[in-house]
T-cell receptor, first 114, second 109 residues
Framework: GAGVSQTPSNKVTEKGKYVELRCDPI?????LYWYRQSLGQGPEFLIY????????DSGLPNDRFFAVRPEGSVSTLKIQRTERGDSAVYLC????????????FGSGTRLTVV | GQNIDQPTEMTATEGAIVQINCTYQ??????LFWYQQHAGEAPTFLSY??LDGLEEKGRFSSFLSRSKGYSYLLLKELQMKDSASYLC??????????WGAGTKLIIKP
């Protein structure tokens, strides 16, 4: 597609529930990043995919968070047993290895855990 | 460790010029990016510097000094729509962007 698409744009869930957040990157972009951003803060790195594999998952806060990218395009961020502290905007970005102009971000998913 | 330092908030007047400074420390360096982020929206790319010096792009210019670990974003002829957060993000040796908290720029009429 023309840009990075994230769905849903907003998600409200109850504490303890499971959620999945989807990212559809720009076609041909092999690098895909997940960040989360709290109000007044910069993006916080979660995980980076190069193709299908997670090249760096050091930013995942704990084992409740998991992400996959089985075919090297669409990625899903999965959060189990959600907690109120997980409430944030989850941003996805993709980058072409041939492109020096950084990342293109999706519009994000605003997750609210109540 | 890796660290980004930029002012938390700045205020400027419509039509004026403002300079947003950023100092950084990273493990390796593959250039530095500036992003603009309006409230409730995703960051959008503004500029990229990999060599020392000034890059000018319309009303926005970005400067880099690699030896000093320093960059600035210069915004001229400020417009109300420039009210946003500006994020300085150097890229480390793994091609990861390192993000600071950003500078919230408030433009007053």
């Amino acid at each position: 597609g023309a840009g990075v698409s994230q769905t849903p744009s907003n998600k409200v869930t109850e504490k303890g529930k499971y959620v999945e957040l989807r990212c559809d990157p720009i076609s041909g972009h092999t690098a895909l990043y997940w960040y989360r951003q709290s109000l007044g803060q910069g993006p916080e790195f979660l995980i980076y995919f190069q193709g299908t594999g997670a090249a760096d998952d050091s930013g995942l806060p704990n084992d409740r968070f998991f992400a996959v990218r089985p075919e090297g395009s669409v990625s899903t961020l999965k959060i189990q047993r959600t907690e109120r502290g997980d409430s944030a905007v989850y941003l996805c970005a993709s980058r072409s290895p041939r492109d020096s102009y950084g990342y293109t971000f999706g519009s994000g998913t605003r997750l609210t855990v109540v | 460790g890796q660290n980004i330092d930029q002012p938390t908030e700045m205020t400027a007047t419509e039509g004026a010029i403002v300079q947003i400074n950023c100092t950084y420390q990273t493990s390796g360096f593959n250039g530095l990016f500036w992003y603009q982020q309006h409230a409730g929206e995703a960051p959008t790319f503004l500029s990229y510097n990999v060599l020392d010096g000034l890059e000018e792009k319309g009303r926005f210019s970005s400067f880099l000094s690699r030896s000093k670990g320093y960059s600035y974003l210069l915004l001229k002829e400020l417009q109300m729509k420039d009210s946003a957060s500006y994020l300085c993000a150097p890229m480390d040796s793994n091609y990861q962007l390192i993000w600071g908290a950003g500078t919230k720029l408030i433009i007053k009429p």
